[in-house]
């Protein structure tokens, strides 16, 4: 297939195993030695090519041995089961990678994982609150996530931190979270209060432009 035009802009939710501030985000290696997580999104307006894509949420569970420079991650996409098989085909389009730019998201993605686990197609729930810092997320068989504000561990008030990246090829802006994370899929793992970025984007395939 021929490189296809696409965009996605939605809610954006990356939830992990590190500490507050994710330092995969700076270049640091994860704050456990190894990567746990998931990232992805609800489409609220998104196409690829002439398919639609408006309203449909998929997300990706990884693991990575070190840090995701150093590739050799598994991963496994999670797909809202109301995809057609058009839809679906394009959504995989979108995840390989293969009409992205060079140093783009998903072209990254490509590269650094070894093992790309079949995909889940089952019913997403999704809950996504950007200013008020929570969200959550269910999908039978594979995923359970709760995101609440981080808490002042002596007030006990919520602690807002907005992340600025204005080179980010995942995100530009976003705010940060706990996450607690219930992975039940191929790559199974739990975290309690660990990491979480809220944001809203918009990728193409020359990357995030919001």
């Not at 500490?19 to 992805?40: I, Q, R």
Request: charged share 20%; with cysteine; glycine share 10%.
């Amino acid at each position: 297939m021929s490189c296809q035009d696409w965009r996605l802009e939605g809610d954006w939710l990356k939830n992990c195993n590190c500490a507050f501030g994710c330092p995969c985000d700076f270049l640091a290696p994860p704050t456990e030695g190894e990567c746990l997580g998931f990232l992805g999104m609800h489409i609220a307006s998104g196409h690829f090519g002439d398919t639609r894509l408006d309203g449909l949420s998929f997300f990706v569970v990884v693991k990575f041995p070190g840090p995701l420079h150093e590739g050799n991650g598994d991963a496994q996409p999670l797909i809202d089961e109301s995809a057609s098989p058009e839809q679906l085909e394009a959504l995989s389009e979108i995840l390989s990678g293969a009409h992205s730019n060079e140093g783009t998201l998903f072209h990254i993605f490509s590269l650094i994982v070894a093992r790309l686990h079949d995909p889940i197609i089952a019913s997403i729930e999704f809950e996504f609150d950007m200013a008020g810092r929570t969200a959550r997320i269910e999908i039978p068989g594979a995923l359970s996530s709760r995101v609440t504000p981080i808490r002042n561990p002596v007030t006990e008030e919520p602690h807002r931190i907005r992340v600025v990246m204005p080179e980010g090829f995942e995100h530009l802006e976003g705010e940060v979270a706990s996450a607690d994370i219930d992975s039940t899929g191929d790559l199974a793992f739990t975290t309690r209060g660990s990491h979480s970025t809220l944001a809203h984007v918009i990728q193409t395939p020359q990357g995030v432009v919001a």
